[in-house]
């Protein structure tokens, strides 16, 4: 079985080099050059990625698995309302942000992606990845495979919020300041 744990992380790592290449500056401005739009490009972007999800998520759905516990009872209970506060945290992200604009089905005020402290992101910096890995951790049944992927899909948050970062601060240099005053997945317990 921990050969098809390998695959999920070599076939993560393909898919999450194809993910990142494609949200560079670099690949924005050539498909600028050749004169897409900034909301064309976002669209695409987000087509190509749900695409690529699925049908990584597919795949890895095929591969051969061994459960690894299945919690019943009270506990379960427990592991669905703490998925039902990483679902709140992920809706809470979606709140101050133009949904339509974040598709690509309108483009964003200024033409470039937005920084935002209001709502949830006045606590944490990275809500949306929080909520998921909550989602996905609390799982009350896991197997060698689930485990796998969930392990690759936080490493790939941990990874990918930094290259996401960079280009915040490159856009809004606001940004380094507010990095250093909040916290990136979990809020502070006590006063900063």
Known sequence: MLKFAA??????IIFSV???????????K?????????????????????????????YIHQLPDTQLYNIEGFM???????????????????KPIDVYAFLGLRKFTDNQEPFLEKGIYHQIRHPMYTGIMII??????????SIALFTFITVYFLIGSKFEERRMIA????????????PAFFPRMTKH
């Open 171 to 182: 856009s809004h240099p606001v940004y380094k300041e507010y990095r250093i005053r909040v």
């Open 136 to 145: 996905i951790f609390a799982m009350p049944s896991q197997s060698v495979n």
């Open 30 to 58: 050539k498909c600028y050059a050749i004169g897409l739009s900034a909301r064309f490009y976002r669209l695409s972007y987000v087509i190509i990625a749900l695409a690529t999800t699925t049908a990584w998520l597919f």
């Open 7 to 12: 695959t999920i992380w070599l076939t993560g």
């Open 18 to 28: 194809l993910h990142s290449f494609l949200s560079t500056n670099v690949i924005k």
């Open 76 to 94: 379960r209970w427990g592991l669905y309302f703490t998925q039902l506060c990483g679902l709140i945290i992920f809706f809470l992200a979606l």
